[in-house]
Structures are given as C-alpha cells and as structure tokens.
C-alpha cells in the first residue's frame, strides 16, 4: 500500500470547489470525530501510544487535531474580520509535542475532538452564503483561499492523519502478515 506522503510537499487547486460543495465538505470535517472513534476505539493503549522512531503515535496525530482547533478559531476570525492574510500555522507543531498526548487517554481525546468540531462547524454553518466566498491569503500555500477552500483544506489534513494512523495500525494491530488483530 502507498504511503500518505509529506503534508507540506502537497501541492492543492480549488478550482472544483462551489457553493454546492461547501455542505459536503463540512459533513467531512463534522466526521472526522466519528471516523477517528472507529478506527481506534478498541486499540489498546500500548497500540494507540507506541511510536515508530521519532514519528508521532496514533494518539498524537489525533491529538495534533485538536491541537491546530486554535488556529482554526484563528482563521476564521481572519475571514469574518475581512484580514488580507490568514494566521499563519506553526509548521514546527510545537504544541504537539508539548501536549504529551500519549499521557491522556483516546477517550479524553477523541470527546474533546468531537466537542471542538462540532463548535466550528456550527459557527461555519452560521454563516451566510457571502461568508463562504470571503477570501485571504494562505501564507504557506502562497495562495488566495476562500472560506470554502479553506475548509476543504482542513478536511484534507484531517483525511492525511487518518491516513498516517491507518498506516501505523497496519504497523503495530497486525499480526505480523498485514492482516490485522480483531480488538
């Protein structure tokens, strides 16, 4: 199986993005929570905590989630404030790795996930159909996003960390053939 790849080596186009997108991009990142409980929900501790050499856990990447909920509140701020540039994001994730994720339980995780999504996607909801063709500058991405980019592009890195735990599940649930153990 192909490996997720490098988030930031990732190149990104909106232009199949519409209106008529936007509610199904936000079901994405409403789910997340849900499709992160499933995965891991019957893992054992020692799965969901262990690292593969200097990489993040299972547990870290779903925490690394919450982690970047600030810089969401952040950002859309910069959209409803009609900011030219959005926030920029720590690249470095030194929040993650100060959070010790691995000392909290994947229930602690997974309840504050779901509890700071449904927030944002309640207040994005909120918003009229003008806000979500406001637009500011990615200074990562050196591009322009609209509201509706900008969510696509969080449910994509959603989707890449759900990515990463596949893998490592497929790395450390296994019985030793790929084929994983029925926790």
Known sequence: MQRPGNWFEFKFSFDHLSLETYPRTLERLRGTPSRLADRLGLLPREVLTQRDGEAWSIQEHAG??????????????????????????????????????????????????????????????????AFTERSAFHPRLKMQMR???????????DDHHLAQISELIRKFASDGGGNPHQY
């Open 64 to 129: 690394h989630l919450i982690d970047l909920g600030g810089l969401d509140w952040a950002r859309v701020d910069d959209y409803a404030a009609g900011r030219e540039t959005l926030t920029a994001a720590d690249v470095q994730n030194r929040k993650t790795y100060a959070s010790e994720h691995n000392k909290n339980t994947i229930e602690n995780i997974l309840a504050t996930l779901r509890e700071e999504r449904l927030m944002l996607v309640g207040k994005l909801e909120a918003q009229g159909e």
């Open 147 to 157: 509201v509706m980019d900008w969510a696509y592009f969080v449910a994509e890195h």
